[in-house]
């Protein structure tokens, strides 16, 4: 797949708005991967390998069998295409934003819905 996206979080971003319009079963499917991919971080050693891996597990989900046009231009070309549309619209976002507006709320209700983030650890002093 050509190198659409650099940064592992930028690639992110763009699955989660691709993904809004999905199923709750597709998104908990990708949900499992990102999890994956951040526990094992040590494998996953480069924003490369993550981006791979998470473009990989999108094009595996069987909810892209209902949509005639991923089945038509095959479900890679098809993650491409959106993954282009998406990063423009992003992009065109970060520049032209002033203040919260509908692309914010979304990004965030839809890290809040498919991202799992740990809870930090306590510090020692503060263990008894």
């Known amino acids: ?9 930028e690639a992110l971003t763009i699955i989660l708005f691709i993904l809004k319009d999905f199923s709750t079963e597709s998104k908990f499917t990708m949900k499992t991967s990102i999890k994956v991919i951040e526990e094992f971080n040590d494998i996953f050693d480069t924003d490369a390998s993550k981006i791979s ?7 595996r989900l069987d909810e892209l069998y209902d949509i005639e046009e991923a089945v038509d231009i095959g479900f890679k070309k098809f993650l491409i295409k959106k993954v282009k549309e998406t ?17 914010c709320e979304t990004k965030g209700k839809l890290e809040g819905e498919i991202i799992e983030r740990t809870r930090p650890e306590i510090s020692k002093k503060h263990k008894k």
Do not use: A, G, Q, R
């Open 1 to 9: 797949m050509p190198s659409l996206v650099k940064k592992y979080n």
């Open 53 to 59: 891996t998470l473009y990989y597990d999108f094009c």
């Open 87 to 103: 990063k423009s619209m992003l992009e065109y976002h970060s520049h032209n934003c002033k203040s919260s507006c509908i692309i």
